[in-house]
């Protein structure tokens, strides 16, 4: 909770930032949810639209930037205002970072959409979509509450997206073994999977800025941070 400061402005350049925030996180859920659909669908208007909105992220970014650096000069912030500070500049820049994660499968829309493939290709995209964009969407809620007993089960599972991802890496090189037809929509595909993998540890990054926020702690650098993709061969894929 931010404290209340005699300068009734003060107040609200912290809460600009909050605010802001907020909007990026929204904005990010959308984009990423939006290029998920547009490639089940084939919609490529709409992923044309996500890759426009990336702007949207890159221009708040730049904001709370030049806001932060403004209020660090004129207030001269200690404790808990600064680590706001530096925790807002943090967090936006996990979030920039989503959004470019969910443009970057938007621009495959197109190769993806080229072809007919089966609805089975896309079935576990959408649960690692569903799971990645659960994890960001709880974690600006604990932004908003700053509720930060949660922030330990939600880092954890982290692990869950990872499993997952690997799970959908070897069905895929599964898929491609079986009819080569699928090598090119699967290759997207796999590099789509890395894409939402990747929100997953951003999420977790912005758990642990809040984390540091609000108790001024950092959290135990001990959670693994990779999936198990590189283990998988072509013989383990197939079963043998």
């Known amino acids: 909770m931010q404290s209340h400061h005699i300068v009734s402005a003060y107040d609200e350049e912290l809460k600009f930032l ?17 290029s998920i ?3 089940v669908s084939s919609d490529i208007a709409l992923a044309q639209k996500v890759i426009g909105d990336d702007a949207v992220l890159d221009e708040g970014q730049r904001e709370i930037d030049d806001k932060a650096i403004l209020i660090i000069a004129k207030r001269q912030p200690v404790a808990g205002d600064l ?4 925790g807002a500049i943090r967090i936006s820049a996990d ?35 569903e799971l990645a964009l659960t994890q960001l969407k709880e974690v600006l809620d604990v932004y908003a509450s700053r509720s930060v007993e949660r922030i330990a089960f939600m880092r954890d599972r ?3 997206i990872d499993a997952m ?11 491609m073994m079986e009819d080569p037809r699928n090598i090119t929509p699967c290759t997207h595909l796999l590099f789509c999977a890395k894409n939402i993998e990747r929100i997953g540890d951003h999420a977790t990054n912005i758990a642990e800025a809040i984390y540091y926020i609000v108790t001024g702690e950092q959290m135990p650098a ?4 990779e999936d198990k993709s590189h283990r998988v061969t072509i ?3 197939a079963g043998e």
């Open 18 to 34: 909050t605010r802001k925030i907020a909007a990026m996180g929204g904005h990010a859920e959308r984009m990423v949810d939006q």
């Open 37 to 39: 659909a547009a490639l």
């Open 83 to 86: 680590r706001e500070i530096i």
């Open 95 to 129: 979030l920039e970072r989503v959004g470019d994660l969910g443009k970057n499968v938007a621009k495959r829309v197109v190769a993806v959409a080229e072809g007919r493939h089966p609805v089975s290709l896309f079935r576990g995209l959408q649960a690692l979509a």
């Open 158 to 160: 982290d692990d869950q």
């Open 165 to 175: 991802y690997t799970s959908l890496f070897r069905e895929l090189l599964t898929y």
């Open 222 to 225: 001990d959670r693994p941070k």
């Open 235 to 237: 013989a383990k894929a």
